[in-house]
């Protein structure tokens, strides 16, 4: 038997020490801390108003409905959302993804002109931010207020994002770039077929970042969005548990629980549509994200 075979044999056959097993206890803790009320959010969702009245704490409702979802979906709204929020993906994402990598590519060049004025600028934005008023106006005099491009625009760019992906573009070989102009291949066509293909990591971890970002976005859309049509998804979901809270604290004391019980189960079915798709788009990232963060976060 080969020495890598007896070193794997001796591996597997080690004892675990008592400090192995508190440190297995402390994880299984927190991972129930928060396993338990993500799996009770779901389960209230699908309870009866009146299990829910009896037991709070729902682990296994006796008597599944979907009552909740057939209320939250019944007047289109939370659809209306979901649109909106696709738009704000679909348009916002590869911008956004434009802009940070072909101003982090040209930053990481040692011969880019003004390099280090426009990398300050960009790191001053960081520091000192002009605050939501002067965005306003912008928008305002740019006439996007009132339309999802003031939205789209506001979130359009991340210094931070810019700069993970500007110190991951420097551990790259600058020997490729060379020989790539060499063979006369221009600035954006060694950025697509040269530097990107071998970025891949932190690609997905910044297209992560800004998915989530633009998914959870709600603060932008409030101050720029009117109509409620126009609300995307997280903005939806504000309006409903502000709605039903109202609701139940205006209601009769002879209905008060069953308000109270009803709005329970809509925001946490509200709270669970909200948060699967976005848990379902994680997973296809994951294994790129520790390598993208790692890498893009020191400079070499």
């Not at 206890?25 to 699908?46: D, G, K």
């Amino acid at each position: 038997m080969s020495k890598k075979a007896n070193k794997k044999s001796k591996i597997g056959t080690e004892r675990m020490t008592l400090l192995d097993y508190v440190i297995f206890a402390i994880l299984l803790v927190l991972a129930l801390m928060i396993l338990i009320p993500f799996w009770n959010v779901i389960m209230i969702s699908f309870a009866t108003q009146k299990e829910y009245a009896d037991n709070p704490l729902l682990m296994f409702p006796k008597e599944f409905t979907l009552d909740s979802y057939k209320a939250l979906f019944a007047d289109g709204t939370i659809l209306s959302g979901y649109k909106n929020t696709l738009i704000l993906l679909v348009i916002g994402l590869p911008l956004s993804m434009f802009l940070t990598t072909s101003m982090a590519y040209g930053l990481s060049r040692s011969n880019f002109p003004f390099k280090k004025f426009i990398f300050f600028l960009v790191l001053f934005t960081m520091i000192f931010n002009g605050g939501i008023v002067p965005l306003y106006l912008i928008m305002k005099s740019l006439h996007l207020t009132g339309s999802l491009w003031s939205v789209i625009l506001a979130g359009s760019f991340s210094a931070f994002n810019m700069i993970l992906m500007m110190n991951y573009f420097y551990t790259l070989p600058e020997s490729l770039m060379e020989s790539a102009r060499l063979d006369g291949a221009g600035e954006w066509r060694i950025l697509f077929n040269v530097v990107l293909p071998l970025a891949t990591p932190i690609i997905a971890t910044i297209t992560l970042f800004y998915g989530v970002a633009y998914w959870n976005s709600w603060y932008d859309a409030m101050i720029f969005l009117r109509k409620a049509d126009q609300l995307p998804l997280q903005n939806v979901l504000r309006t409903i548990i502000s709605t039903s809270q109202t609701n139940a604290s205006n209601a009769s004391s002879v209905d008060a629980t069953q308000v109270s019980n009803f709005s329970m189960g809509m925001k946490m079915a509200a709270v669970f549509v909200t948060m699967v798709p976005i848990m379902c788009f994680f997973p296809m990232l994951q294994k790129h994200f520790a390598k993208g963060v790692l890498t893009g976060a020191i400079k070499t």
